[in-house]
């Protein structure tokens, strides 16, 4: 191994091996302990020391940095207490998520690192959404972001390269090949016979380094940095090492040959890095064993310290509230003023009067800028708040959520428009995995917003139509709402925007330019968890959201005999049960009507819970009216018949005849 030709002090050249040791030292204990049952499970990043000490080395202290589950070296790096790692490895009160996750699933901002998620692939666009921060601030930052060769299959790494490219953002993606995804070599995984080659097909700068060797590492990354905080762009690294134990020690080598183990093991990063010290007089015997001696006091003193703290003792409703952020709704009034827009305008002053308000807001999503948007709502935007701060996007909806996480991550608001709901498919893991768990996981804010037009009634068909708000009501920690109304659209979008949890804001197509209200012109804000009474009455209760509150009208008005509460929902999660059972306990019958298809959807829900909490008060079964359990066709009369629409008077009527 050459150590020579890398010009790096000589104070450094000794602080890097003392870096270096620490983690490995560390985890020959944790080995032990893994054995004696003290801790449940461990990743090891024995070998591939060089890569984690040498990055978080070359940057910045308050430049973040997103590990994975081997770059222990990253954590004493950055000198954070090990006791608190520690105590996280054993799911203990003193780590970061409270027992809640474990080993490396975790971020800090003390320390500027933003940990991993098991879907691995995320964190890239998470680390694109931290750099644009940097780059919008105009602040001479780096970002790097790890991850292992196996990953550079997911789509998560193709969307993150060709974002962090279109938008020259500072990002250092460091891709750690080990050479086996868990079991699978490289020559399974791909044909490129470098992982750097494929930021070839980004225009990305690109290299090949010996992740083994500490200086190579630590001279190239720093010398990168300076020049990137300079000249903002992403850069590719691929780091050759080996993983010298199993993915996991319950994996164990035996996939691999026994050549290969002897040939990386002569590579060993510590041990060539120590020979070299010696041969080069900076290192003799003596401060080794000094250096050693000190480590190991400190991971003696840290674990018992850690070992000393008391068991977490659940409680319930510390892990209720901690699923979402606390919110200081505050109530801005709507004034006397208005004017007769449609929804769509609606959504549009509401978005307008919140980048007028939030400096540290965008707006991202596909054809948001001069084109305005497929339904026009960011008409003209451009020209008031310029293309920094609404960005067209590729055509990559899972790193984009994710680059809005980093947003979030490093300070920053944004809203992304899913250019249809339908399309939110793409991506779902980052919406489900990381905007919804990172508060619970380690209290870390997700402050975006992501708008979906949604919806049936214009022959759109099976892709551009869907209700799927019951995708996201099943998951904790999000927020979910959906307007009939413009004054509700607007105002609940205001709302959305200052909640710092992540809210999907469901758009009904069909209503966008059919629907008019007087509005008024100001900004306002509408409460999350309070739904709307739009007519009273004692013979009935109507349950519904959307455009099923429009059906509900038409149908009242049609049948002006019926005496029936009417209930707009307006938000989904959170929501307003105390109002559905006042109401159910008022008229003795409910009757659910939603758009979305029936079996999982919210009205199987809601009807639970009346059946649970009010069924004394009822009077006849609970009614639940939703479309098929089809995907929506595109034929005009085929829709039709799809649509709940066309079921709600009859099963409205039915009820009413108990």
């Not at 964190?123 to 550079?152: C, M, P």
């Not at 090949?177 to 791909?190: A, D, H, R, V």
């Amino acid at each position: 191994m050459d150590f020579k030709g890398f010009e790096v002090a000589d104070d450094v050249k000794l602080e890097l091996y003392r870096a270096m040791l620490k983690p490995r030292m560390i985890e020959e204990k944790m080995l032990i302990l893994l054995r004696q049952g003290k801790i449940s499970k461990w990743f090891s990043g024995i070998g591939q020391e060089a890569i984690s000490v040498g990055v978080a080395s070359a940057l910045k202290t308050n430049e973040y940095i997103l590990p994975m589950h081997r770059n222990l070296g990253v954590f004493t790096t950055r000198k954070i207490p090990l006791h608190r790692l520690f105590s996280q490895w054993q799911g203990k009160m003193g780590g970061f998520t409270k027992g809640r996750d474990r080993s490396f699933h975790f971020g800090t901002q003390e320390f500027k690192i933003i940990g991993m998620i098991s879907h691995l692939g995320p964190q890239l666009g998470v680390a694109d959404g931290i750099a644009l921060a940097h780059k919008l601030r105009k602040e001479k930052s780096v970002t790097a972001v790890f991850t292992g060769e196996g990953a550079t299959s997911e789509g998560d790494f193709h969307e993150a390269l060709n974002v962090a490219a279109v938008w020259d953002l500072p990002v250092i993606f460091c891709v750690e090949n080990n050479g086996y995804g868990l079991s699978t070599p490289t020559n399974e995984q791909y044909r490129c016979e470098h992982i750097a080659d494929k930021g070839i097909g980004y225009g990305m700068e690109s290299h090949v380094i010996d992740g083994n060797n500490i200086l190579e590492v630590y001279a190239k990354v720093n010398e990168l940095s300076n020049d990137i905080r300079k000249n903002p762009r992403p850069v590719l690294l691929e780091f050759k090492t080996f993983r010298m134990r199993g993915h996991e020690e319950a994996s164990g080598t035996k996939y691999v040959p026994e050549e290969l183990m002897e040939t990386w093991a002569a590579k060993d990063p510590l041990d060539n890095y120590a020979k070299h010290l010696i041969e080069t007089g900076l290192l003799n015997e003596d401060m080794d064993v000094s250096y050693r001696g000190e480590i190991a006091l400190e991971i003696e003193e840290n674990l018992q310290r850690a070992f000393q703290e008391e068991s977490i003792s659940a409680i319930l409703s510390h892990e209720l509230h901690d699923v979402y952020q606390d919110f200081d709704y505050k109530e801005v009034a709507p004034l006397i003023h208005k004017r007769n827009i449609r929804f769509v305008d609606a959504i549009s002053q509401g978005l307008k009067s919140a980048m007028e308000k939030h400096n540290n807001l965008v707006i991202m999503g596909q054809d948001v800028a001069e084109y305005g948007g497929v339904f026009k709502i960011t008409d003209g935007f451009v020209e008031a708040f310029g293309k920094e701060r609404v960005r067209n996007t590729p055509i990559c909806e899972s790193a984009i959520v994710s680059t809005a996480m980093g947003l979030s991550i490093n300070g920053m608001k944004s809203v992304v428009e899913m250019q249809f709901a339908d399309f939110a498919s793409s991506g779902f893991n980052p919406i489900v995995n990381y905007l919804a768990k990172s508060h619970y996981r380690w209290g870390e804010k997700a402050d975006v917003v992501i708008r979906m037009p949604c919806g049936g009634g214009v022959s759109a068909g099976p892709f551009h139509s869907q209700t799927n708000e019951a995708w996201f009501t099943k998951t904790p920690g999000l927020k979910v709402v959906y307007p009939a109304f413009p004054s509700d659209a607007k105002g609940l979008l205001a709302t959305a925007i200052e909640d710092p949890n992540p809210v999907l804001y469901f758009e009904h197509k069909g209503l966008y330019r059919s629907i008019y209200e007087d509005v008024p012109v100001n900004p306002f804000t509408v409460p999350f968890g309070k739904a709307n009474l739009l007519k009273s009455g004692g013979d009935i209760t109507i349950v519904t959201y959307g455009a099923g509150v429009h059906w509900a009208l038409e149908t009242l008005d049609k049948h002006s005999d019926i005496s029936a509460d009417l209930l707009d929902l307006r938000t989904l999660q959170p929501l307003d049960t105390d109002a559905i059972y006042a109401s159910v306990e008022k008229t003795g019958k409910l009757i659910i009507l939603q758009e979305d298809s029936l079996f999982g959807g919210i009205a199987s829900d809601i009807s639970a819970l009346v059946m649970e909490n009010c069924f004394r008060y009822l009077d006849g079964p609970v009614t639940r009216v939703a479309s098929l359990d089809t995907p929506i066709p595109f034929n005009t009369s085929l829709e039709q018949q799809y649509l709940s629409r066309s079921r709600f008077e009859q099963a409205l009527l039915d009820l009413l005849s108990f």
